[in-house]
């Protein structure tokens, strides 16, 4: 046969290490969005990449094992990690090996040929599927995982709107909606609210939901009671003690989460503010944190250990063929009351 007519040869990763003059591990960073590569050089390696249309293998793993990978930006969060319990717990029972990925670095996720890269990676370790817990800009992700036939779940989207999207969440608006009711009904009225990121679908849901029980009630929010921030603790120690210190203080503060509802607390507790005897304090989540605070938390129970299984079990029947019976999923939320709620002594 002649040489015109042979199957050419398929690039390497040696050939994108020589086209950009780096080594291959440093290749392999740049794919894989490790944020310990210069900008100047991952641009240089992604353009060696586009020019020798390069793609790396997917063939996948020949053991006979197959995998769920679990990928995140930081976990460093309870709610992070109680989801996890749930996705190990399904693995577990169905034979499953749980891979936990960082996701390549927001700022070059978006990327094709990152995404692209990343995806064959998983493919290649014998992933029947990606769940994603709480990734911004998954949008090129979800592209990859489409072309190249992976199931990929979100749990908790930061956003809805792909069209790949498939997603698993709570009830967010009935479940905030369902605590200022009941603050509302205990006769509270300056009911404060600190809200998660307002990039974040369920931090907006939340905060609907509060504001859709304050129009019911016809009370008029005031803007200096409701605030967007992240979720974590100093954020809500940062809001509780603007609010707290205020001319009009709140008698109940919302929080997003139970990581701003434990800020809360601290900063009520360093001022001398009793809970609930002078203020009320309801968080979202109900993670594991919550039963030990000081007063213990009432909250908004989200069922995170159910998540994780049903994101589980999604990818599965994904990878089966089957389509989802819905591509956005919500299961339910109730209200735990425990000890820091109270009529408003004033």
Known sequence: MSSSSATPRKATLSDVAAASGVSKATVSKALNGRDDVSAETRERVLAAVAELDYRPTTSPATDGRRAIAVAFDIPASPYILNVLQGVLASATEDRLDLLTRLAPDRTVRTQRAVAHAWIAEQRAAGVIGVVGLTLSRPDALLDAAAEAKLPFVMVDPVDTAHRRLVSIASSNWAGARAAADYLITLGHRRIAWIGGP????????????????????????????????????????????????????????????DEIAVGVLATARELGIRVPEDLSVIGFDDTPQAPWTTPPLTTVRQHLEDMGRMAVQTVESLAAGQPPVSRHVELATTLTIRETVAPPAR
């Open 198 to 257: 307002e990039s974040s679908v369920a931090a907006r849901d939340r905060l609907y939901g509060y504001r859709a029980a304050l129009d019911a009630a016809d009370l008029k929010p005031d803007p200096a009671l409701a605030v967007s921030d992240q979720f974590d603790v100093a954020a809500g120690a940062r809001h509780a003690r603007e609010m707290l210190t205020a001319p009009h203080p709140p008698t109940a503060i919302m929080a997003a989460d």
